[in-house]
């Protein structure tokens, strides 16, 4: 299976600490989104990539976020000083015309 | 804001179809109809989607209306495997995804 792979699956840290997640696009997708969904809602936008160059942030992506894909392939997402408010799933996707696939998510438990 | 309405909730007895509904009135000319569906603790599955013809695919077909407002994805056998929470979304390239609450199904044996 060739789809969206994300890492690590689940994550569960104590406030304060940083985390980083990782997401592998399906090979020549040049678009790469990151989502998060809390429980019972559907996902929201945080930020997107065209190859290397990030083109559009959320203001839901505070200043403690931040995303790279260094060379347009993977990508990762970066929190700093995470907060109780952080727990949530992060789901990322990627596309190479309208639709988007999705991979499984990383679920952020933060204490 | 979403830009589209889903009923909350919607059942069906397994092997038969179901018809979920989606309203989409401020859709625009270049505007995509997308259909994911999520199962808990797993990231959205696209269905199908459609610009302005009907499509038929192995999941599920959508037909979309001739004004374009709105949309309905016909599960044409339903299993217990399909209950999920299914997304209406309006999209096209580049453009981030606006997900609303979605429509539960819930599949009776």
């Known amino acids: 299976d060739t789809g969206v792979s994300q890492n690590p699956r689940h994550k569960i840290t104590k406030r304060g600490q940083n985390v980083t997640f990782r997401c592998d696009p399906i090979?020549?997708?040049?678009?790469l989104y990151w989502y998060r969904q809390t429980l019972g809602q559907g996902p929201e936008f945080l930020t997107y990539?065209?190859?290397?160059?990030?083109?559009?942030k959320s203001r839901l992506l505070s200043d403690r976020f931040s995303a790279e894909r260094p060379k347009g392939s993977f990508s990762t997402l970066e929190i700093q000083r995470t907060e109780q408010g952080d727990s949530a799933m992060y789901l990322c996707?990627?596309?190479?015309?309208?639709?988007?696939?999705f991979g499984p998510g990383t679920r952020l438990l933060v204490l | 804001d979403a830009k589209t309405t889903q009923p909350n909730s919607m059942e069906s007895n397994e092997e038969e179809p179901v018809h979920l509904p989606c309203n989409h009135s401020?859709?625009?000319?270049?505007?995509?109809i997308h259909w994911y569906r999520q199962l808990p603790s797993q990231g959205p599955e696209y269905v199908i989607h459609?610009?302005?013809s009907n499509v038929n695919n192995r999941m599920a077909s959508l037909a979309i209306a001739e004004d374009r407002k709105s949309s309905t994805l016909i599960l044409h056998r339903a299993t217990l495997r399909d209950a999920a929470v299914y997304y209406c979304?309006?999209?096209?390239?580049?453009?981030?995804?606006?997900f609303g609450p979605g429509t539960r199904l819930s599949v009776l044996p």
């Open positions: 996707a990627s596309s190479s015309r309208e639709t988007q696939y």
């Open positions: 090979s020549e997708h040049n678009r």
């Open positions: 990539f065209q190859n290397e160059a990030q083109l559009e």
């Open positions: 401020t859709i625009s000319g270049t505007d995509y």
């Open positions: 459609g610009l302005t």
């Open positions: 979304i309006l999209g096209r390239y580049g453009q981030n995804f606006v």
